[in-house]
């Protein structure tokens, strides 16, 4: 097909995702064709640096040849079979080797097929698990504890337990009631140090744990770093208050791992940075190297128990989806996890998050760079007003640099006046050389 009519088709027949479609049918956008390990390829065969990692997902590169591999040979035995009243070979070799990695207290793997669905489940199950231990003493547990500005997927549970306003407004009427606290955010305070910030809004969260514990089912966090509302880091030390409270005051502790489970933030896991372990915690993003949809939500044993009956219609745990434990998409995150191995991936993201840190770091002086933050390789930039530095920089302007980052070769993504940097996980050193270079070289054109 011309490259023409796949413009033309693309704003005749898809609605995008998260986008205003009366804005973007005004220009012509970059159609990808393929890729190979950092670089996407659009349809003139121009090369892109994965700047985004496909939307935080990317772990080996594109078009991996293991990864690749793994995926045809198990299309060579069965695509799919259900999971509902029978079982697969891939799902259970890879619920066995999620638990082995993830914190002692996880026992138990839930599929599913987006982050969404596995924070669905969580919530589902964290609700259900008091009325199954104790319907009548536990009537009043119908809430969630959660932080403002967390993201934890778009459909309405998920959304309820968010923290997004934009999101919120229009759903109001539709989204469950929560409670809703501060979260501490590394580069945005009001306090002197670290301690002193956590301390207070550890406070705030006793404070409420006191009056409405009765009320409450769980705390779910995003742990380290709030993703989509713009890469807000935490203090490893509030991972670790919160998980003191959830015990102290005998709720739940879920932890949303979507974006930064699997490598992201420099530990396979978050929760390992801060030695937390969880009741619930949810995966996806990054479960199958970015290639395949698969996510999963994974409970201690208690949460377990707690379900088990002798009879189909008591204490079942009534959710699944039709794609649950898909042979493919499993083939695809064993290989992941095989690959992490093989190629010392966590090692490797040491050395890379550490030059990341210090370019980004560097540009701190520049009148313009509010802050930087972030954790393993998730960083964000924000940018501000250079004659008003409270101020956010405008946002035209803002997309200005990322169009240049485009235009020379760097596929990177803003959340307002934030740039991100969520490259491919195994990006070579050279490659986040160049791009911080494009970056750069695109605020030195725009500013
Ligand atoms: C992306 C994300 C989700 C939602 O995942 P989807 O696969 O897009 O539904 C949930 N929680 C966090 C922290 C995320 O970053």
Redo the contacts with the bound molecule.
Sequence with gaps: MNKKTLFQEDHDYVWHPFTQMGVYSESEQIIIERGNGSYLYDIDGKPYLDGYASL?VNVHGHNNEKLNRAITEQLGKIAHSTLLGSSNVPSIELAKRLVEITPSNLRKVFYSD??????EIAIKMAYQYWKNIDAEKYASKKKFLTLKNS?????IG?VSVGGIDTFHAIFKDLIFENIQVGCPSLFKSDYDTESELVESITKEIRHILEQQQDEICGFIV?PLIQ??TGLYAQPVQFLKEVEKLCREYNILLIV?E???GFGRTGTMFACERADVNPDIM?L??GITGGYL?L?ATLTSQAIYDAFLSNSHGKKTFFHGHTYTGNQVTCAAAIANLKLFEETKLIDHIKVTSALLNQELEALNVLSYVGNVRGYGLMYGVELVNPDQPVEPLAIPTVERIIQTCKDNGLMIRNLENVITFVPVLNMSEHEIKKMIDIFKNALNQVM
């Design positions: 935080w987006t982050g969404s669905a596995s924070v993201y934890h997927g778009d459909t998920a995003e993703g989509a949303d979507v974006a930064t949810c996806a993003k949809p996510a």
